[in-house]
């Protein structure tokens, strides 16, 4: 059975940068597409970059530019760096796969962005 354990979250300051870690267990890293997905209070959850198995890259538009996803098979960890992180940003963050037609998530790692 999967499990993913997330993080890297934090306090930074609009402008800054934070990285976030995926550690993957229980399933075939390599062969996974990994997801970034993040859940704000009271709203649904959004795709917020994926990598493929193949290392194709996708980003919703709002973070295209500002975010990079990138894995390592080495150690089963996926990765995103956030640059420029803007308020609106801030909220939980959560890892994702899909094995088998079975959902996988982490816990989450809270991002906030203040002054």
């Known amino acids: 059975q999967a499990q993913l354990v997330e993080s890297g979250g934090g306090l930074v300051q609009p402008g800054g940068s934070l990285r976030l870690s995926c550690a993957a267990s229980?399933?075939?890293?390599?062969?996974?597409?990994m997801d970034w997905y993040r859940q704000a209070p009271g709203k649904q959850r959004e795709l917020v970059a994926r990598?493929?198995?193949?290392?194709?890259?996708n980003y919703s538009e709002f973070v295209e530019g500002r975010f990079a996803i990138s894995r390592d098979n080495m150690t089963n960890t996926v990765y995103l760096q956030m640059n420029n992180l803007k308020p609106e940003d801030a909220t939980v963050y959560y890892c994702?796969?899909?094995?088998?037609?079975?959902?996988?998530w982490g816990r989450g790692t809270q991002v906030t962005v203040s002054s």
């Open positions: 994702h796969t899909k094995r088998f037609f079975r959902n996988y």
């Open positions: 229980g399933i075939l890293f390599s062969t996974a597409d």
């Open positions: 990598i493929s198995s193949d290392g194709s890259i």
